[in-house]
């Protein structure tokens, strides 16, 4: 018996749908905000009981471009990166619910079965254990099944539950890692198709070309290079930190089920 999966311990798709909903929600509304107050210029200081100047040709306001007009630079391609950054985001705020200690290692089930095996009541433990199933719970109920096959057979089945366990949480936390090497590669990919299309426009002008023809493949090639990076570093950095959490707790419920298990090796010798 191998016990249940975790299902604590692995945000479903309809948690990680919830997620996704609220990141790109909060994403467009940081968008929308940065716009309208960020990048709006200061309108002009009254001054008062001040005469009014004599009228003169105002020059000519620069424009300052909004961030939605960053974005819609880097084309189909800057759209994919934010939508990995979306994604990614999601990922790391269901992880770091999800990868707790608490979830991963329950302390009132820790507890509980500590307690059954100082009365040598197994059958209980082992109940314990599959009606809250969790990344600890799961791997003792493993060798708990395999109580009258003797310490070898127990061992065996908990250290195979464990590698499939452990296995389901890196692969999970893979998908960060993922992210994080796929957005600078879509950034450079975004780079070398604006200077693609920048060289293009140089080599069918019959004129020297303006700058201002040149600007929408180079701002391509920028933006793009910049929203890679940016998605990628702080993913990578998550991916890190989720990484040893997770080494952190499998060696943590080792230390714990050998203990707990170590008294049918000694009754064996």
């Known amino acids: 018996m191998y016990g249940q999966p975790i299902s ?4 479903s798709s309809r948690r990680l749908g919830t997620v996704l909903l609220l990141t790109l929600l909060g994403w467009g ?4 905000f940065l716009d309208q107050i960020l990048l709006e210029p200061p309108g ?15 020059p000519t306001a620069k424009r300052v471009k909004s961030l939605l007009g960053y974005i819609n630079d880097g084309g189909w391609i800057g759209h994919t990166i934010i939508g990995c950054s979306i994604i990614g985001l999601s ?21 509980q079965v500590e307690q059954l095996f100082e009365e040598e009541n197994y059958e209980e433990a082992y109940h314990i254990c599959e009606s809250n199933p969790s990344f600890f719970s799961t791997i003792l109920a493993a060798g708990l099944g395999k109580l009258d096959q003797g310490y070898e ?18 692969q999970k936390v893979g998908y960060i890692s993922l992210i994080a090497a796929v957005a ?7 780079t070398v198709s604006g200077m693609i299309a920048t060289f293009n426009v140089i080599a069918s002008a019959q004129t020297q070309p303006k700058p201002a023809d ?39 419920v080792g230390g714990l089920t050998e203990e707990l298990m170590s008294r049918f090796k000694v009754r064996k010798a």
């Open 214 to 252: 040149l600007a929408s493949g180079i701002s391509q090639a920028l933006v793009t290079t910049y929203e890679g990076l940016l998605v990628a570093i702080p993913l990578t950095v998550f991916f890190v930190i989720f990484r040893n959490r997770i080494v952190n707790i499998i060696l943590e």
């Open 8 to 11: 604590s311990a692995i945000p």
């Open 184 to 190: 600078p590669m879509l950034g450079l990919f975004g």
């Open 29 to 32: 509304f940081l968008t929308v």
């Open 91 to 111: 990922l790391v705020i269901t992880f770091a619910f999800q990868f707790r200690r608490d979830l991963l290692v329950p302390p009132e089930v820790l507890g």
């Open 44 to 58: 002009p200081i009254a001054l008062a009981q001040a005469p009014a100047p004599a009228p003169v040709p105002a």
């Open 153 to 170: 057979e127990m061992e065996k089945a908990m250290i195979e539950t464990g590698d499939i366990e452990a296995n389901k949480l890196h």
